[in-house]
Each structure stands twice: as structure tokens, then as C-alpha cells.
């Protein structure tokens, strides 16, 4: 229905509901049952039963449960449990990570859930916004947030910021009046305000005319609903791995069996032998600990305030070439801030941050006392007079509810020892004539305690410039002559060039019996004060993430809807804006194509006075150019270029839930910054399972080389079945995981951006694979030659021989996967978690060879000390080998 077209009475029968009272409570029932609560629906969530079951149907996990059944029908249960055992583990580590993530999001879309003030059987009573329905009568002020669409019915000064619906971030002045023209765009509904959108100014009443999925941001938020999952190129690239690895251990539990039976073996014993180099082939551990290392920097990222909502993002933030982040609340502090005032021809400069009101004042570099001078004195008191701001301090942090413009103000009197209730009570405040948009002024009529009367004003400074008759100059009140009206707009272009934003403080004395009755009366024959200021300032961690980008190959783009003069000012501070960079404004880019942005995208660096609906087209041009992007936005309609974006990130303070659900990333500080570490760990994260990836293929290539070596040699099997799986998942998998877990190379973020194409074996990880294990094989397969040759009868001590030579090599060598260069390039002690790991691996080895019980099991008997010795140097030799290779390339 076209409420915005009806008047009151009209709106007050179609909902049947009644603006006096408002709904009873049986009503608001009976609507709940109809149509529901006022939330917006998420989609369709898997149960958890399915979603732990789908955590089975990776082709690795079942052929390993095809092996358990093999190893369960040839009475090997014992391997037939330790693989089931990692499956569910597995599988439960996957189920738990995916609960987890499902779990933040839910908790910051409550966070952002707002309360309404609502009437209910002629009562006003708060309430959550969920339970408003259709038909309720909403009552709004300044720094609300609107719960449900509604037709305004009473406005009082009234001003909504719709930005995150229309991305237009000028507040919107409100009537209450039907419109009678058809086709209205929303930000043109001069009588309505939406879900989500903020009040910024005044007051006002309204009917709700829409809930939930029925609001103009349920309709964009259901387009955004079905989110595809996906799955990382990295854990596609190690699937295909996977399969390749299983092929390739048919092909040579074929080959062995075959083999085997022409030279006579038994077909029962080779095909056991078969088995056992189809479980070496296999990583068992590398689906869980890809798992675990996605999830722990998960955990990680979420300590440095990024939400992952999507696994992609993780391996997609190390490809980041380009960040186009906004300006305000991202790489600025979102708080106005007052830093220069100036009056009757001097200057000063004021110091602090943010909303605090702790600074000081200085002129000409030296620090001065505010009230020593009065025409600084009048400006601030009178800033905080025309001023309907309040700062509060919440959980150690001061915030301003009100206007920034007026908090800036309210902030620099505060700076200067002004206490709002001690000033009120020197002056009563008798009347007010509010901002509005034509007049662009503010003035109060304000009565002292000797009874004279003053009108207080400030506003824009051209304007008031114009309603001004005198000047405060050198302490003394002039008439504005030409020469000083030119020495103040000298002085509002100083200011503008800065990239402040000004507002101008007059005033007047009125006889005290006068009655002021209209603005037009009150905002003439001024006397002009002074000039305050303001910016808001960037966030001082900025500037130099912004370089640590620049190191790292990553172009950062500024985008905002604030003045040209503006953003260049903050770009050129934090090094964004250097020299050859270009700035380019909205209305140039409204009228190129995507293939002519293309053209100079390369070479800006700024967009200024963009609107959302641009973000798209700047995401395609770079994108076309070859970029990996990251985009940032809070408002729905930044969504679609959020969700078009490589790395799509939303505020998780100003940001909108169709934003959030569209992102990749979310930010729960809303800072810069917070990008900047995470692509950082989102790197290290890469690096980290390319080195256990490393340390596993490896591994197995040597566990695969020993196996096949001494089957082709006639030999007896240097490993039984359990012993491999020992390793496998119990040994190999500690120090995996403790990988997963290392500190970033020093490094990290001065290399330039991963190709999103390149392989998992790429520099020379394949060959480092194949050689380490050649090596680790090689060594396994020499000791157990020298313990079988010593004692042949004895085949049991030559295999637990062979068992922890190449347990101990792995060990070694997972200090060498550490670093791209060599064992020696890194501390190796540096990751604690690694040494622990190591010395658990260890001791798990050790106790499966002396205790026991457990020698059965795993065909183990107790290691003589002086084979330990020949165990130790057999097992260093891979690692000290290549280690040396390293040194003697680079001393070359």
C-alpha cells in the first residue's frame, strides 16, 4: 500500500489501529501470529546433525573409511579404530568451527537489534523492535534508531540520516503531509522513515506501515539471503591433491602386489604390504589440521577485532592488492573535532582527542589561557549555549549524543573549563529557533542573571557574515566594513584549505522587556565573533598501517562522499594522496563507463563525493585490471559491491546487517588498522599450511620411498601397517599442527600480494618435498638394513630400528619447514608450541618401544643405546645436508 500518499486518517483506518491509544495488547497477538515478528529472516540453516555428517564427504575421508573396512576384513582392527578415530575427530573439529562462526555473526546481529519506544493501550512503553507490529505508534528523538518503516504523523524539527538505504549521508528533513506523486524513490518519501536509518535531529511520532522482510531493508536483504558457500581454492587445490595422492597409492599397492607374487611372495602377505603403502600415501592428518589452522587464525583474527564469515577470506586476504576503504569511521576517529579558532585577526590551535575534554590552547606555538582573551571566551561559552549536544562517558570512553558538529563545540568549551549547568546558570535560555537547511543558522535567546537579553547564534559562516553589522575585533566592537568582511573570508578560506569544516558564532543584545517572536527578526544586525574549526581527525594507527600496505605491494584507495578539499587534506596525512596520484569526483565518474575507469584507475587515489552505487563500478575496473579487491562499506546499498568484491568487509559498529551478511569480513572496531593485521595473518596463515603441507608431503614421500626401496630390493617391510598410521596421525600430526600455529616471518608484509593462481607447490616447495623425502627415506631405509644385516633373526628389532630413524628425521626436519631458506635462517626455539610438540612426538615414539603393553600392538621392542646413535646422526643427515646446500649457494 502507498501510505506515503495517504493522510493520517487514511493511514489510521488501512492498518486499523488508533494514533490516540494505540494497539491493545490482544491485538498486538493476534498480528505477531499473522505476520510474524519484526526481524529480518536469515536463510535456511542446515540441522546440526547434517551439518556434522557433511563434514564426511570428502573423497580422501572416504576412501580412508574404504581402508577401514579393508583393514577390519583382514582382522587388522586395531588399524581398522586408530582410522576411524581420526575421521571423527575430524569431523568433529570441522562441525565445530562451522557452529562457531554461525555463533559470532548471530551475537553481532543482537548487538544491533534497537529498542522502541512504543504506545500500547494509551500507555508509551519500551520495547524490544522485534515485537513492534503493523498498526504501532513509534515515538523517535535525536540518536534513535527507526525499529520498523513507518508513516510519520508528527514531526518537530525533524531529521533522518538514510544513508544506509539510500547512501546519500545529508540528513533528510521530515513532514508529515501526504505526497501525491506517484513512483517516489525512497529518499524522496519526505513523510516516511525506514528500518535501520538513524535520526540525527528532533523529534517526531509515526505510525508502523511495515515489519520485518516487509521493510524497504527486508526487500534488499532478501535479494542477499542465499549466500553460496564456498570452499577456499586452497582446500580445492589440496583435494585434487588428495586424489592424485590416492591414485597414486593404488597404482603402487598394484605394482607391489604384482611384484611381489612373481618373486614368490605369498598373495595374503603382499597384499597387506599393499595396504601398508596405501596408508602411507595417504595423509590422514591433512584434512583435520587444514581445519585446525584455518580455525585457530580464525580465533586469531577474531582477538585482533575481524569476524571471518566466510573461510575463502582467509586465503583470499593474502592476495589483497587493493584495499578502497571509506574515509569517515574507517581511517578517521568519526568525531568531530575542534582544532582551530579564530577571531578578530588571531589564531589559535587546540589540542586533545576525540571526545575527551582534556587539551590546551596555544597561539603562535606558546600555550595560552582561554579566558584570558575574551572574544576566544565569548566564542566558546556562546558555542555551548546554541547547543543541544550531551557528552557521556561509556565503559571508559567519552561519546557525544547529539549532533558531531554541536559535540565539537560543546568539547572545545569543555577544553577551556566551561560546564554547561554552571553556564545555565548564569544564563536562561527563553526561546530557540532550531537549524534547518534554508536558513542554515541556529539561535537561542538567552537572558543573564542582571536580565539583559542576547541572542545567540551560529551557523554557516557566509551566512551569518551576511546578518552581521559589526565585528568583534582587537576586544572591541566594529562596524563590518569591507576591509574586515575581507579579512574573515580570508580567514574562512585558511580554514577551508586545511580541510576544516567552519561554523561562525554571532550574537547580539536585545532590550530586555523585546519579545523575539520570529527568526528572521532574531538573525539580524549581528555582531560577528569568531570562526571554530573542525575535522575529523584520522586515526593516528592509520598512517603507518597504510604504509606497512604500500611495503606489502597493496594500494590503498580512499573512498568517501565528503568534499573534494576534505578528503584530499586526510589522504595527503596518512600517505595516501602522493605525488602523481589523481583524485576523481563522483559526478566524472557517473558519467565514464567501467572501460574507461579502467583506464585511469591505476592512478587514483582518492574517489571524493562518490555516492555507494559508484563502489560497483571502481570494484569492476580493478578487478578487470588484474586486482584482487577489498572493499569496505556499512550501508545496504554498499552491498553489492561489498558482495562483488574479492574481500568484501562491513562495519560491525555502523554497519548495516545486509552489509554484514554480504561481507566476507567484518570489522568490530570499524578501523583501518584491523584490515591491515588481518591480511597480515591472513598471509601467515597461507605460509603456515604451505609449511605443514611441506612437512606431511614430505613425510609420507619418505614414508612411501622406504616401503617401495625395500620391496624392490627383496626385502622384508621396514614398517608394519600400525606403525605408518602411528606416524602418520599421531607423530606427524602434533608438529603439523604446531606449524600452523608459527609467528610470521619477519618479512611477511614486504613481499607483494600472492597471484590467486598460484599453485600450493609453487617456489620450489615441490622439489623441496620430493628431495626431503627422498632423503627421509633413504635414511630410514640404510638403518634398517644395518639393524636387519646385524641381526636378521631378528626382524622386529630392525623394523622398530627403522621406525623411530624415521620418526626422528620428520622431527628434524619440521625446524627446517619453518623458513623458506634454511634451518638456520630462524630461531628454532621461536615457536614454543613447535618444541612442545616435537618433545610430545618424541615421547609418544618412545613410549610405543618401551612400555609394554604396547609393544604387541605397535610390533615394537626395546632400542639398545648405542643404535640410538646411529638413529640421531641418520636422521640429522636430510636436514644438515640441505641446510649446507643453502649456506654454500649463498656464500656463492
Not at 539471503?225 to 590416492?246: C, D, H, S
Not at 582467509?314 to 578502497?324: D, K, M, N, Q
Not at 586515526?539 to 578539499?565: F, L, Q, S, W
Amino acid at each position: 500500500m502507498k501510505f506515503h500518499e495517504m493522510n493520517e486518517r487514511e493511514v489510521e483506518q488501512a492498518l486499523n489501529t488508533d494514533i490516540k491509544a494505540g494497539l491493545t495488547e490482544d491485538d498486538v497477538k493476534k498480528r505477531h501470529k499473522q505476520y510474524g515478528y519484526n526481524e529480518l529472516k536469515e536463510g535456511e540453516k542446515q540441522s546440526a546433525l547434517l551439518l556434522f555428517f557433511s563434514q564426511f564427504k570428502d573423497f580422501m575421508v572416504l576412501v580412508l573409511l574404504a581402508a577401514t573396512l579393508i583393514s577390519g576384513l583382514l582382522g587388522e582392527y586395531i588399524d581398522a579404530i586408530a582410522i576411524i578415530a581420526i575421521v571423527v575427530i575430524n569431523g568433529f573439529l570441522g562441525f565445530f568451527q562451522e557452529r562457531k562462526a554461525e555463533k559470532s555473526l548471530h551475537a553481532l546481529k543482537e548487538l544491533s537489534a534497537p529498542q522502541v519506544i512504543a504506545l500500547r493501550e494509551g500507555q508509551w512503553k519500551k520495547i524490544p523492535s522485534k515485537e513492534v507490529v503493523a498498526g504501532d505508534l513509534l515515538k523517535f528523538a535525536t540518536g534513535d534508531r527507526i525499529g520498523a518503516d513507518i508513516r510519520i504523523v508528527e514531526s518537530n524539527s525533524l531529521e533522518i540520516e538514510e544513508s544506509a538505504l539510500t547512501g546519500e549521508s545529508l540528513p533528510v528533513q521530515k513532514r508529515t503531509g501526504s505526497l501525491k506523486t506517484a513512483n517516489l524513490a525512497i529518499g524522496d518519501m519526505e513523510n516516511m522513515a525506514f528500518m535501520g536509518t538513524m535520526v540525527t535531529r528532533g523529534n517526531g511520532l509515526g505510525v508502523v506501515v511495515g515489519t520485518g522482510m516487509n521493510t524497504a531493508m527486508g526487500q534488499i536483504a532478501d535479494l542477499l539471503q542465499n549466500a553460496e558457500t564456498m570452499t577456499t581454492p586452497l582446500q580445492r587445490r589440496l583435494e585434487q591433491l588428495g586424489k592424485i595422492l590416492i591414485t597414486a597409492a593404488i597404482l603402487l599397492t598394484v605394482l607391489v602386489v604384482v611384484a611381489g607374487v612373481v618373486q614368490g611372495q605369498e598373495l595374503y602377505t603382499m597384499f597387506l604390504a599393499g595396504v601398508s603403502l596405501a596408508v602411507a600415501a595417504i595423509p590422514e592428518g591433512l584434512p583435520a589440521i587444514v581445519t585446525v589452522a584455518l580455525s585457530l587464525g580464525v580465533q586469531r583474527m577474531i582477538r585482533k577485532k575481524a569476524i571471518v564469515r566466510k573461510l575463502p577470506a582467509v586465503e583470499t586476504l593474502g592476495c589483497a592488492s587493493v584495499i578502497c576503504s571509506d574515509k569517515t569511521g574507517t581511517m578517521t576517529q568519526n568525531k568531530m573535532t575542534v582544532t582551530h579558532l579564530w577571531s578578530g585577526g588571531k589564531e589559535w590551535r587546540v589540542d586533545g582527542i576525540g571526545y575527551e575534554p582534556q587539551g590546551h590552547f596555544y597561539r603562535n606555538e606558546n600555550q595560552v589561557e582561554p579566558k584570558s582573551d575574551k572574544a576566544l571566551q565569548q566564542m566558546l561559552m556562546f558555542g555551548m549555549l546554541c547547543n543541544h549536544a550531551e557528552i557521556q562517558q561509556k565503559n571508559n570512553e567519552f561519546v557525544i549524543d547529539g549532533d558531531p558538529t554541536e559535540g565539537a563545540l560543546l568539547v572545545a568549551a569543555m577544553k577551556a573549563g566551561y560546564n554547561r549547568s554552571s553556564l545555565l546558570n548564569q544564563f536562561q535560555i527563553i526561546n530557540e529557533f532550531p537549524f534547518d537547511s534554508v536558513r542554515k543558522m541556529m539561535s537561542v535567546v538567552v537572558k543573564d542573571h542582571n536580565g539583559r537579553q542576547f541572542i545567540v547564534t551560529k551557523g554557516a559562516p557566509d551566512v551569518l557574515v551576511g546578518k552581521s553589522e559589526s565585528v568583534l575585533w582587537e576586544g572591541k566592537r566594529q562596524i563590518l566594513s569591507r576591509e574586515l568582511s575581507g579579512e574573515i573570508q580570508g580567514a574562512i578560506e585558511d580554514l577551508a584549505s586545511q580541510a576544516l569544516r567552519t561554523i561562525a558564532i554571532g550574537f547580539k543584545e536585545i532590550p530586555s522587556k523585546n519579545v523575539i517572536l520570529d527568526e528572521k527578526e532574531a538573525e539580524k544586525g549581528l555582531t560577528f565573533i569568531g570562526l571554530q574549526g573542525m575535522i575529523d581527525p584520522p586515526r593516528p594507527e592509520v598512517r603507518e598501517a597504510v604504509k606497512e600496505c604500500k611495503e606489502a605491494g597493496i594500494k590503498t584507495i580512499m573512498i568517501t562522499g565528503d568534499h573534494v578539499i576534505t578528503a584530499q587534506a586526510i589522504a595527503k596525512q596518512l600517505g595516501i594522496l602522493t605525488q602523481g596520484s589523481k583524485v576523481l569526483q563522483g559526478k566524472d565518474l557517473a558519467e565514464m563507463a567501467v572501460e574507461e575507469l579502467e583506464d585511469v584507475v591505476e592512478d587514483v587515489a582518492v574517489f571524493a563525493r562518490v555516492s555507494p552505487e559508484h563502489k560497483l563500478k571502481i570494484v569492476k575496473a580493478l578487478q578487470n585490471r588484474g586486482h584482487i579487491v577489498a572493499m569496505t562499506g556499512d550501508g545496504v546499498n554498499d552491498a553489492p559491491a561489498i558482495k562483488a568484491a574479492d574481500i568484501g568487509i562491513s562495519m560491525g559498529i555502523t554497519g548495516t546487517d545486509v552489509a554484514k551478511e554480504a561481507s566476507a569480513l567484518v570489522l568490530l572496531d570499524d578501523n583501518f588498522a584491523t584490515i591491515k593485521a588481518a591480511i597480515k595473518e591472513g598471509r601467515n596463515i597461507y605460509e603456515n599450511i604451505r609449511k605443514f603441507v611441506r612437512y606431511l608431503l614430505a613425510s609420507n614421500v619418505g614414508e612411501i620411498l622406504v616401503m617401495l626401496f625395500a620391496m624392490l630390493l627383496a626385502l622384508p617391510l621396514p614398517l608394519v601397517p600400525i606403525q605408518i598410521l602411528w606416524v602418520n596421525l599421531v607423530t606427524d600430526g602434533l608438529p603439523a599442527m604446531a606449524l600452523g600455529l608459527d609467528q610470521p616471518e619477519e618479512n611477511v608484509m614486504k613481499r607483494k600480494p600472492r597471484s590467486p593462481k598460484e599453485g600450493v607447490f609453487s617456489r620450489g616447495l615441490g622439489w623441496k618435498v620430493v628431495s626431503r623425502g627422498f632423503l627421509i627415506g633413504l635414511v630410514t631405509l640404510l638403518a634398517f638394513i644395518f639393524a636387519y644385516r646385524a641381526n636378521p633373526e631378528h626382524l622386529a628389532y630392525a623394523q622398530t630400528v627403522a621406525f623411530a630413524t624415521l620418526v626422528m628425521a620428520q622431527l628434524i626436519h619440521v625446524f627446517d619447514c619453518r623458513s623458506e631458506k634454511s634451518v638456520f635462517s630462524r630461531n628454532p626455539f621461536g615457536n614454543k608450541y613447535l618444541v612442545w610438540a616435537v618433545i610430545s612426538s618424541l615421547a609418544l615414539v618412545l613410549v610405543v618401544i618401551y612400555y609394554p603393553p604396547l609393544q604387541p600392538i605397535f610390533h615394537t621392542v626395546p632400542i639398545e643405546l648405542r643404535d640410538w646413535f646411529m638413529i640421531t646422526g641418520l636422521s640429522a643427515v636430510p636436514t644438515f645436508l640441505l641446510a649446507g646446500t643453502f649456506l654454500a649457494r649463498k656464500t656463492k
